[in-house]
């Protein structure tokens, strides 16, 4: 195992029993709630899991390498453009990169992927209109957009 999760997971574990030692019944509901939201978002994660999972089953690694690698633009802004639309967590988007990866993306492509992912929210507009407004969340959207592809420009000129 690599020295960085070990000393992330020793931090976490000292936290936890510095915050024990400190208020023990604190700690404890801690925990309980923190366990009831992730057993309440493994369902939905077990899901997005499958789903992608039987995707990259279904797509060849030629076919991966061909679309999202041989093409260079085609690839790099229709990955932008699936990033955009899809709402992954972080958790499962960071390996599904790397799975695109090894089966022969770009990194310029991935980059503009996991971007647009992380920052730009198509689906989630409607709910950002209602607690921000049009105007806000499409000029919020279109410079996320912006940025996020001249990040993936970007990787593809430093790698």
Known sequence: MALFPILLLA???????????KDGARTRTA?????????NL????????????LTMAAVPPAGVAALFHTHGALGFFLLAGLGALMTIPG???YPLAGSLHRMGASL???ASFITTLTMVGALTAPMEI???GRRF????????????LLVGALMGGLL
């Open 137 to 148: 969340t499409l000029l919020r959207q279109s410079l996320s957009l912006a940025l996020a």
């Open 31 to 39: 925990l309980k709630s923190s366990a009831r939201s992730g057993l």
């Open 11 to 21: 931090t976490a574990v000292g936290g936890v029993a510095l915050s024990a030692v």
């Open 108 to 110: 310029p492509a991935l």
């Open 130 to 132: 209602k607690a921000f």
């Open 42 to 53: 493994l369902p939905g994660l077990l899901a997005v899991l499958a789903g992608v999972g």
């Open 91 to 93: 958790p499962v988007a």
